[in-house]
């Protein structure tokens, strides 16, 4: 009897764990690039993102190839040139919400975050720093966060050509819809 | 040399630089390839996760940034953050779907129909499965064939 009461609470328990974790198959990723010569923007509406609601892990990962630019010759040189994506397939990220237990999941409202993590793309791994915000609006969480990344720390390499063309600093919006629960 | 040589030589170099220029100018502002209007290779979506789940190198050599006209049965539709309509297509694996985001606005589909949709192919998604989530494979500016 004492067993089932056991079994019967870790169950219990694993179930309340796994419904802590929401995630979505749609991300929505997007990344601009502003210089006096030209504005050059992308988006990918394909990243996977996965929030662990207790303690606050965050886990993203998109394809490189899900980007869409408006040119195709931009989109070819961003995946044969820059981004070298037939090596490099994905950006992922791991890192956390440090401030998680002032979101309040079930009570409308934005949140502001701290989030700390490593994003991982082009072949390296940097730490990345960023506020962000938890919306909660008639029961749905979505999760926002804009920070910006230099070329040069994940040693992505633009032609002197294209220099004038192409910011050293690429601003990157993230806004994901967490509707999936596990 | 001759005037009138030296004058056509100076009036072809001109005309090879601007068409030149003309020609990497049209090429610069091409659009993005022109999906609704093209051929696409037809497939069923069970097939093509299949083929994705088993063989990830042949399959990205096969699909990717391809044009793909994949049929199968609606699992899910739903909107992204940009109000874009996203279609699921059923596969073998019931967490995982052949994941379509359309260019254009739908009415009147549902779980449960079979339809062809037709895009770019990016892809198989991060699978992770010790929380259970199976990567998707994603088609791109989609449109529904009629």
Redesign the interface.
């Known amino acids: 009897m004492k067993n089932y009461f056991i079994i019967s609470l870790l169950c219990m328990l694993s179930l309340t764990m796994q419904a802590q974790k929401i995630y979505s198959k749609n991300g929505s990723i997007s990344f601009f690039s502003k210089t006096s010569m030209e504005n050059i923007s992308a988006s990918s509406n394909q990243a996977l993102c996965v929030l662990d609601q207790s303690a606050g892990n965050l886990q993203f990962s998109v394809l490189i190839k899900s980007f869409v630019f408006k040119k195709a010759l931009m989109q070819e040189h961003f995946n044969e040139n820059y981004m070298e994506s037939n090596q490099f397939p994905k950006a992922s990220y791991k890192g956390q919400i440090t401030d998680i237990s002032k979101v309040n999941f079930s009570k409308d409202g934005n949140y502001s975050v701290a989030t700390t993590g490593e994003l991982t793309m082009h072949g390296v791994t940097q730490k990345i720093n960023s506020p962000g915000t938890i919306v909660i609006k008639a029961g749905k969480i979505s999760a926002n966060a804009d920070f910006s990344v230099l070329l040069a720390d994940y040693k992505i390499t633009v032609p002197k050509l294209a220099e004038n063309n192409i910011s050293k600093s690429i601003d990157i919006k993230i806004n994901v819809a967490l509707d999936q629960k596990m | 040399m001759n005037s009138n040589i030296k004058k056509t030589i100076v009036f072809a170099a001109i005309v090879s630089l601007l068409l030149l220029a003309g020609f990497t100018y049209y ?7 022109d999906v609704k209007n093209a051929n696409g290779k037809k497939m069923a979506a069970a097939d093509l996760y299949e083929h994705f789940s088993k063989d990830s190198l042949s399959s990205k050599i096969a699909y ?2 391809k044009i793909l006209e994949v049929r199968g049965t609606v699992s899910q539709v ?1 909107q ?3 109000n ?1 309509v ?1 279609v699921l297509l059923k596969t073998s694996q019931s967490a995982a779907a052949i ?1 379509c ?1 359309l260019e254009e606005p739908i009415k009147n589909i549902k779980e449960g129909d079979i339809i062809a949709i037709k895009g770019i192919c ?5 699978s ?1 499965r010790e ?3 199976w ?2 494979v ?1 088609l ?2 989609c449109y529904i064939v009629q």
């Open positions: 090429y610069y502002q091409l659009g993005p390839l990717l940034q739903s992204n953050q940009q874009e996203v994941n985001t990016s892809g198989m998604g991060e992770d929380l259970g989530i990567g998707d994603y791109i500016r």
